[in-house]
Structures are given as C-alpha cells and as structure tokens.
C-alpha cells in the first residue's frame, strides 16, 4: 500500500546521497583515513560513517549499524550516520530502533525531509495512521510538491475511512506524478 522501497529507501529519494557517500569514502581511502593516521590510529567520524556506507551499500546491515555507532560515538549529531542507522534497523525489521534512529534525526534537523518520510512509512506499515499522517504533512509543508508523501497520506486516510480526504492527496499525488496512480 504505502509507497516503499525494501532495498535502500532512506538513498531512495535522494540517490545524490549514494554517490556522497562513495565519493567521501574514495576522498577516505586515498588519504589514508582508515588506517593509521599520522598522529596514531584514531578514526574520524566521517571514516566510519564512510565505511558504514560502504557496508549499508552492500546491504551488510548489521556490520553498517556498528561503524554508523562508531561515527555516533564520536559525533552524538551526526545526522547522517542516524539516518542510515535507521534505514539499516528498517532494513532488519527493527523498526522500534528505527524510529528511535529518525526521531534523532528529526531532533537535529526538525526539517530532514527523508526522516520524516522513513519515519510515516514505519507508522504506517504498524498501522499508527494518524501519526503517518502527521510525518507525510512535516513532509509536504517542507516540500509541497513530493508526490509520494502525497500519495502515502492519502493511503493512511483511506484506511482510516476518510475517503473525501484522501481522494484529494491521490489527486496531488497524481497531479505530481501521474504514475504513482
């Protein structure tokens, strides 16, 4: 019903993000970052987050969600390495972990687009749909014309009956993209 993609949604609506992440990983590997550094061997948040993207690209989840933690570890903000830490928990099916790893982002940045996305497919898929609906309307005021967010709030207002309601956002949503209809 809702509009997911089971292999990478958090990269989904934004595959800039993939191509970050591997060009922050070569700029790492190049200059010697996860290895031993000139002072000693400490590692940088950015070279675990860099490998934890590594790992999450090839859908190795749980070995992602440890070198994401390393990068939390040494920067409690990094909203990145929480949102691809959540997307590694959705991935598993830990979804309670994944809404903690998104309301985080959220806490950070009250305007991440995707953590507000990620987290109103989680509630939805758990049946919450009034709160999805509340994450699809964080996503729409902060981008109107994101058609899946449209698309998902008029699903969770047509399981909950409210059909005029949802006839309206299918009607964005197509007006937007008409292949999502």
Known sequence: MFIYDESNNYSMKNNYRIFVVLTVLAIVLSAGCLGSSQTGTSKTAESYYAAGGLLFNQQKYKEAITMFDSAIEINPNFKEAWGYKGVCHDQLGEYSQALVCYDKVISIDPNDLLAWYNK???????????????????????????????????VALELLGRTAEAQVCYNEAKRLNPSLT
């Open 120 to 154: 109103g497919i989680i509630l939805g898929g758990q049946g919450r749909y009034e709160e999805a609906i509340t994450c699809f309307d964080k996503v729409i005021a902060i981008d109107p014309k994101d058609a899946e967010a449209w698309y998902n709030k008029a």
